[in-house]
């Protein structure tokens, strides 16, 4: 049989031997015999065909003896008890390809194992080699099977009780019927503490016994096992935990992220009746925004608390008395928050970007809120944020403004990007470089935005051009959002895990309402709200946060450049090609500062509409600023807070983009994490 191998790094391996080290650090040879194959062992589909999809599974074997490939004799055979799988020798002929181009056939001698169709359970079979010196290997198979492998799971993540102790029922789901069982693992330190009922398939009662340490809680694992050797095994572990025996706090309420108690935040005990914790609080509906404590559980009981707006703690003995007004919200947000029982008091302070933009300031962006698929609304600034950091910033400002020609970005074009150069730098940061004005002498970044870098945006640290942030280099460094895997607490105090999402990913889901929700179910990051230089209370606008800008285009109904309703969907976006959208988008000052590069394609609609798009253009690391007011081919570069290609070649976000004479917006996820790359920044104000 003749195996079709591009290399014969198979062959290849067996001319090293594997090397051990002693303690004083002098290498030897291991003279002992080792059995290998190549390729790796494979699995089998349920049909008895390959992974691959070959009929069998051929593999080459190699005995090594020493430090040499040995032609020491060898054997190859499976359990009689597995019949449904065949295995003999075979001779296994690759093509090798050197390195020069030329091609001839390579035999070895080997095995191969052919499996019957599966109409059962997952199973594996251990093929063994054998060599002649007494030597053997073992080389695992498995096949899937017709039948399910057992599953099972639970709506309950884990249990805690409080110290007194209590019981709580689990529930659990299984394809496995009565086939079940169940264990409880303690943690170091403690045993027997929990008492387990089963009370009939998918249901168990368990019960904590009191527990009186006031210095730490006990912790065990349930595990539920599901299904039998037969049939294939699932199980299911469970993270129990009894706290223990000081008081809990609970903080819930209209204006504490809006939780019922049954959800209630539970705060972290710093000290004997002191507290801390982090959570959104909003501005409640009548204007009250309570703020209520429960003690020692997630239930309703009296005496409870409430934080009043002088800056104390009230008792409320029962349901019956009144809750006093709560904090002053001047604008909703995260808050780091600390109680003190011992002096009935509280305080806070907000979770904030350094260096964002001031309060004071917002009042002075025009908005807009824009109608959504669920018939709500989402508030706009309908400018580019053009916040420089202000005096306390230093002599490199936070972004950079608007300039017309190439090679301009602070730094030439002259690899590694690392050294300001005033022949290429602003006039604001010392430079040569005059940003481009209006007829009044006013810079256009101070209207319509300037260019920030994704360290900038996401961070507030003025990296204003080229240098590297956070380490790395100008051209390739890290997500500023962090690595994926990672775990992130957005604006509004929404925890994800983050991840890489490339186009492709969307293109798989409807352009439908339904779609977009199984998106977001199955991708969060899609509507994560990050601060970054944004105000407190606002955020960069996000991917949903376009998705829903370009439904509000569609409702726009304009009739000479109609945004189709397909367009708002993530699978729109992961295509690329936003059709018509950017039409509505324009402002006609793009043809002010474009005399050469009109945009041809504006609506008759985009006035109302009101969005104000503007040929900001973005930033290179190589050729500085590109693509903006006055060059030959304007553009508009919004970065979105989202990370996209992401390997060991290419660290990138996504990005939203227009090319002056289209009437269509573009979207990826290759817009460069590297400084140099800088873009617009629209922001939205934040929503729960």
Request: glycine share 10%.
């Amino acid at each position: 049989m003749k195996t079709m191998i591009k290399t014969a790094a198979w062959a290849c391996a067996t001319l090293f031997c594997a090397v051990s080290c002693y303690d004083d650090g002098t290498d030897c040879f291991d003279t002992g015999t080792r059995i290998s194959i190549s390729p790796e062992a494979e699995s089998f589909r349920a049909d008895g065909t390959t992974a691959s999809g070959n009929e069998s599974f051929t593999a080459a074997v190699i005995v090594n003896a020493g430090s040499s490939v040995s032609d020491m004799a060898w054997e190859v055979s499976a359990p009689a008890a597995a019949a449904w799988a065949t295995v003999r020798r075979t001779v296994v002929t690759s093509i090798f390809e050197e390195a020069g181009g030329g091609i001839h056939d390579l035999s070895a001698e080997g095995f191969e194992i052919a499996v019957e169709p599966n109409t059962e359970y997952r199973r594996t079979v251990r093929v063994t080699i054998a060599a002649a010196d007494g030597t053997t290997a073992g080389f695992e198979f498995m096949q899937l099977g017709l039948k399910a492998d057992a599953e099972v799971s639970s709506e309950t993540e884990r249990l805690v009780f409080m110290a007194p102790g209590e019981s709580k029922e689990l529930t659990y789901t299984s394809n496995m019927g009565d086939v079940y069982k169940y264990e409880v693992v303690y943690g170091a330190g403690s045993a027997d503490w929990l008492t387990v009922e089963d009370k009939g398939v998918g249901s168990l009662a368990v019960t904590a016994a009191p527990w009186d340490n006031v210095d730490a809680a006990r912790t065990a694992t349930l595990r539920i096992t599901v299904g039998s050797a037969e049939t294939s095994l699932a199980s299911l572990e469970i993270p129990v935990t009894q706290n223990a025996a000081y008081d809990y706090y609970y903080m819930y309420g209209a204006s504490a992220d809006a939780l019922p108690v049954a959800e209630a935040y539970e705060l972290t005990r710093t000290a004997v009746g002191e507290y801390t914790g982090t959570l959104y609080f909003l501005r409640s509906s009548d204007g009250r925004n309570p703020v209520l404590l429960n003690k020692n559980g997630r239930t309703p009981a009296y005496p409870c608390y409430a934080l009043a707006q002088d800056g104390t703690v009230k008792e409320l003995a029962s349901a019956e008395a009144e809750v006093p007004e709560g904090p002053a919200i001047d604008i909703d947000g995260v808050r780091n928050f600390s109680v003190d029982f011992n002096a009935m008091t509280w305080s806070w302070g907000r979770v904030s970007t350094s260096n964002c933009m001031p309060d004071e300031l917002v009042a002075t962006y025009p908005t807009k809120a824009y109608v959504t698929r669920d018939g709500g609304t989402k508030t706009w600034m309908t400018v580019g944020l053009h916040w420089d950091g202000g005096a306390a910033i230093g002599r490199y400002k936070l972004g950079s403004g608007l300039v017309s020609g190439h090679q301009t970005g602070g730094y030439g074009n002259v690899a590694p990007y690392d050294a300001r150069n005033p022949e290429f730098d602003t006039e604001e940061n010392g430079g040569k470089v005059v940003e481009a004005k209006d007829g009044s002498g006013r810079p256009l970044a101070e209207i319509y935005g300037r260019l920030y870098s994704s360290c900038e945006q996401l961070t507030g640290s003025p990296n204003g051009a080229l240098n590297p942030c956070e380490g790395g280099s100008s051209a390739l460094i890290n997500s500023p959002l962090g690595e994926p895997g990672a775990t992130l607490i957005d604006a509004v105090g929404d925890v994800y895990v983050l991840e890489s999402i490339m186009p492709a990913d969307l293109t798989l889901y409807a352009a439908s309402a339904a779609g977009d929700a199984q998106a977001e179910a199955e991708h969060p990051n899609l509507k994560m709200q990050i601060q970054g230089i944004c105000p407190y209370g606002w955020h960069i606008a996000n991917l949903q946060d376009w998705k829903d800008l370009a439904y509000a285009a569609f409702k726009a109904g304009a009739a000479d450049y109609p945004v189709a309703e397909s367009m708002a969907s993530y699978r729109a976006f992961g295509g690329g090609t936003l059709t018509n959208f950017a039409a509505l988008l324009f402002t006609a000052d793009w043809n002010i500062y474009n005399p050469t590069c009109p945009a041809e394609k504006i609506s008759t609609a985009a006035a109302d509409f009101g969005f104000n798009m503007f040929s900001q253009g973005w930033r290179l690391y190589k050729t500085g600023y590109d693509y903006g007011p006055g060059d030959n081919d304007p553009r508009m570069y919004a970065f979105i807070p989202l990370i996209g290609d992401y390997s060991a070649k290419k660290k990138a976000g996504w990005r939203i983009w227009n090319q002056g004479r289209e009437a269509n917006m573009r979207t990826n996820g290759g817009f460069d994490f590297g400084n140099g790359c800088g873009a617009a920044v629209r922001c939205v104000k934040n929503y729960k």
